[in-house]
């Protein structure tokens, strides 16, 4: 697993394990795409939260020809994308992804 990716899916995790303290009633998972999005032709990886009671889904995607860049798209599980955004990876926390949970899952 590449370092960005181990990097950001650390943080996910830390936020996925403050969501569930917080709300324990909303059940969330977390999956890692480091060979699927490649598989299909894309140079990317990813981090995802799914709250499978909502039909909402986070997807955190690291794209190889912007390695200091993320881009955060909300959606659904059949791949609706409804908005998505970009932040700068070193500046991307733990606190940053529960807030981003909380607005998309609460």
Known sequence: MQSNLQNLSEIVAKASDTFAIKFETVGT????????????????DAVTIDCIAIDKKIVILLHDDTPDIVSIALGNKQGDIYSSSEYELAEL???????????NFI
């Open 93 to 103: 926390s733990e606190a940053a992804i529960v807030e981003i949970m909380e607005t």
């Open 29 to 44: 998972l977390m999956g890692i795409m480091d060979e699927g999005l490649r598989a299909q032709g894309m140079k990317a």
